[in-house]
């Protein structure tokens, strides 16, 4: 909604409103996990913080293309 607002405010064309505003409630990519364990970093936090995403964004974007 957040992305929403702003976008909207800037009166940018509504395609891009769109997209934008999908796009931010995709969930993270998974490369994350992936490079963390590569740089010897948490990767189990980082494949948690993938997962919570991942499954936000299962209500977050239904919920985007009914009210956007």
């Known amino acids: ?6 976008l909207s405010l800037l009166h940018l ?3 891009v409103v769109g997209v934008s505003t999908l796009l931010s409630g995709m969930p993270s990519a998974s490369l994350t996990a992936v490079l963390a364990a ?5 990767y189990e936090f ?3 913080v993938v997962f ?7 209500i ?3 919920l985007m ?4």
Do not use: C, D
Request: hydrophobic residues 50%; proline residues 6%; glycine residues 4%.
């Open 60 to 62: 977050t974007i239904p």
């Open 46 to 48: 980082a494949s948690q």
């Open 38 to 42: 590569k740089y010897g970093r948490n």
């Open 13 to 15: 064309e509504p395609m």
């Open 52 to 58: 919570f995403s991942t499954v936000l964004s299962m």
């Open 1 to 6: 909604a957040v992305v929403f607002a702003v």
């Open 65 to 68: 293309t009914i009210f956007f």
